[in-house]
């Protein structure tokens, strides 16, 4: 006889305890070894995720409590990665919403929420890290429910249950007053108000394939929910694609969920998350059925890419030297393998053969793409990135993100200054009494291109900043986005410090003396709006007289940092970002490079 089964998501804004309430979760169900090493965020796999903090992939694993298996799926918090988040939805019976107790619900926590609603699942609120200064835990809970209404929640899901929990401490409690010792009432919680999942045995098999994984021994493996009937290791199965065409195979391997690890099994019944082996064609939102009733599910309807950037083969002067993949044919495949597990991503081919158009939720979503390709020893070029528009009546439409930002109260003027340019309509401002302001905006998503750098200007490095796509309204214009020229290196060779000392005037640097530059890099950013051209390989010439100031020390203003996304955020229509496995550099597009 199967276990009772309860499939529950965890659903929170980027950095508000969702990965480290988990671990508590999988340490005191028991799964560990005593003694075992558990590292911390356990289920933050890759290794930009452990980086930045962040979930990307979505992922599963299983806890036993009372003889229940309870599947806990860990959601991305990022807008950016809805793809993953409409997959992870369909798999589930249930969620857990982690607020922060000092910040309350935020973008990606409107995001995900909307999802769940719309998909009628009840929520579990936890407010999480009540241990920290300046927590206002009944607060959150009032700014959870008003946002429960503003996204049109019933009346059985306004009446949420909810916990006070600090994950690092690993507790939960019902009441502020309670002592805190284990994660417990929030175990009883699931048990009582997620509900076990709807599923007839004796239907023919429907499982849905949600997520898509790879094995060097098994090929690719699907994951799923069971919606209907048993699988059995070994059996006959049929795919039902896209098409509606049938591909018949079998079932190889069976697996399921435990701790951390795939635990292999003979049979599973509807309820149940398993992954499969032995379709390498599937596809997500596909089903595997029954080969003699084959009866498909709904297909997974993913939100549509808004910002595009293209993906060129480099051809600059430095090309091919510090990366192992550098052909168009390397740069296809390596995108194509992308689209099997990125649902969200879109890559079509151009005109030329050494380019490609790629299309993601974000700013983000691309840089994580671009940022695990350069990991992988690719070397290629991208260029600046483009919202997609669409035509809907015959007339123009473009993409809209919800901004909220949380910033010092003397810079609230000079960001509505600057986000009015960007054509951003205010929602709502609520200062608070610790001198920040919570300001809420609608902006086209291409007046957010190129707007962090300025933002962490106008507010010293001291603002939060947050969106989420919004939809799609009528094109409301130009948007001019004010940015000062750059300064571009006029010849090739080695920087040396006496010519970027006698240039530091004319703006800032993005390099350090000793770097190898070409003609046509960007090395830097001019005090004015118009490019200018540099010669910073320029030596001093040596002669037999001692200068009087040459035992003083000279120090040069420290460099700019372009990091991935800033770069991506700071380049021009005639720019690109060239990526290599150890080098972000920027230069102008130009019709020929000649290289040397």
Do not use: W
Not at 10 to 32: E, R
């Amino acid at each position: 006889m199967s276990l009772p089964i309860r499939n529950v998501a965890i659903i929170a804004h980027v950095d508000h305890g969702k990965t480290t309430l988990v671990d508590a979760l999988l340490k005191q169900s028991g799964i560990f070894r005593e003694g075992e090493d558990v590292p911390d965020c356990v289920m933050d796999s890759n290794d930009i995720e452990r980086e930045r903090g962040i979930t990307i992939l979505s992922k599963n694993t299983a806890v036993r409590y009372k003889d229940t298996l309870i599947n806990i799926v860990d959601t991305p918090g990022h807008a950016d990665f809805g793809g993953e988040v409409e997959r992870v939805l369909g798999m589930v019976d249930g969620c857990i919403l982690i607020v922060d107790a000092n910040e309350g619900p935020m973008p990606q926590t409107r995001f995900v929420l909307k999802k769940a609603l719309e998909k009628g699942l009840r929520p579990i609120v936890v407010i999480n890290k009540i241990d920290r200064p300046r927590a206002e835990p009944f607060g959150a809970i009032d700014k959870v429910l008003d946002l429960f209404l503003e996204l049109g929640a019933d009346d059985d899901q306004c009446e949420f249950p909810y916990l006070f929990a600090s994950g690092l401490e690993g507790y939960t409690k019902r009441a502020l007053e309670d002592e805190g010792v284990d994660m417990q009432p929030l175990f009883e919680d699931i048990l009582e108000h997620v509900p076990p999942p709807v599923g007839d045995l004796n239907k023919p098999l429907q499982l849905q394939v949600t997520t898509l994984d790879y094995s060097e021994y098994l090929g690719r493996i699907v994951i799923g929910k069971i919606h209907n009937g048993t699988i059995k290791a070994g059996q006959q199965a049929a795919l039902v694609v896209e098409s509606g065409a049938i591909v018949k195979g079998k079932i190889t391997k069976l697996m399921g969920f435990e701790g951390l690890s795939r635990i292999d099994l003979e049979e599973a019944t509807a309820g149940n998350l398993v992954a499969v082996a032995g379709f390498s064609d599937a596809n997500i939102g596909e089903t595997i059925t029954c080969p003699n009733d084959p009866q498909a599910l709904p297909l997974i309807k993913v939100d549509e890419p808004t910002l595009q950037m293209m993906f060129s083969v480099n051809d600059s002067p430095f090309a091919g030297q510090e990366g192992s993949y550098v052909t168009s044919r390397q740069l296809r495949d390596r995108l194509m393998r992308e689209l099997e597990t990125n649902v969200a991503l879109r890559v079509e081919e151009t005109d030329s053969p050494d380019q490609f158009m790629v299309s993601g939720r974000g700013e983000l979503h691309l840089g994580i793409l671009i940022e695990n390709m350069r990991r992988e020893s690719y070397e290629f070029q991208v260029s600046q990135p483009q919202v997609i528009y669409r035509e809907v009546s015959g007339q123009p439409y473009e993409p809209f993100e919800y901004l909220v930002l949380d910033v010092p109260e003397e810079a609230v003027g000079s960001c509505m200054e600057r986000l009015g340019q960007r054509r951003a309509e205010m929602q709502d401002m609520r200062v608070g009494g610790n001198g920040r302001a919570q300001l809420e905006f609608v902006v086209p998503a291409r007046g957010l291109i190129g707007f962090r750098g300025d933002f962490m200007r106008i507010t010293r490095g001291a603002g939060i900043m947050n969106h989420s796509f919004l939809e799609y309204r009528l094109l409301c214009g130009d948007i001019e986005t004010r940015r000062n020229g750059v300064l571009i290196a006029f010849e090739e060779g080695v920087t040396t410090f006496y010519a970027m000392k006698n240039a530091e005037d004319r703006g800032s640097f993005f390099i350090t003396p000793g770097t190898k530059v070409y003609k046509g890099m960007i090395v830097g950013e001019h005090n004015r709006s118009q490019d200018l051209d540099l010669n910073v390989c320029k030596a001093k010439q040596l002669t037999n007289h001692r200068s009087a100031t040459g035992d003083e020390l000279v120090q040069l203003q420290a460099p700019v940092d372009m990091s991935l996304e800033r770069a991506l955020e700071y380049i021009g229509s005639d720019e690109l970002v060239e990526v290599t496995p150890e080098s972000i550099r920027l230069r102008k597009v130009s019709k020929k490079l000649v290289r040397r």
